[in-house]
């Protein structure tokens, strides 16, 4: 199985398939569609990962070309009141978006996405990398804390949220 990854262009995968791919692993996942407050950079895909050379967007794909796993990286842009005056833009990354088709999981992509992503803030000299994750997604803060992420702050909240952070420098 050869499993290609590539950061998205506009010439290389079409964002509506993109959008689909990622709506449809939600629906799986969490059990809902589209909330306007959640998914903003998804409908924006174009917007938010590739206007901006400090963000970028890749996409895994399997030999036939079908999507099969992806991963988002921007400059930290979420206003979480525990963590005002802590990241910033300018030094902060933060994942978004790391979905891998079930059909796929544990055969090392996410692992691989994670690279490239880390690999990519490096060189954008951030200096570290924040991302949040559901205590309630299968397998997911342990997958994280495999690849060096720390919990930062546990919200208990509804949607079972845990911040991370890893320092890359």
Known sequence: MNIDIK??????????DIQKFLFNHIKEEFGYGYVPS???????????????????FYVATNDNGKIIGCIGVRGYDKHFEEFEGVYFKDTTASIWRLMIDSKYRRKGIGSRLVKYVEKFSESKNYQNIYLHT??????????????NYSIIYDSNNEYTTVHMIKNII
């Open 134 to 147: 559901q205590r309630n997604l299968p397998g997911a803060l342990q997958f994280w804390q495999a690849q």
């Open 38 to 56: 959640f998914h903003n950079d998804i409908v924006n895909l174009k917007d938010t990962y590739l206007t901006d050379d400090r963000n970028n």
């Open 7 to 16: 950061p998205l262009s506009l010439s290389n995968i079409k964002i509506k």
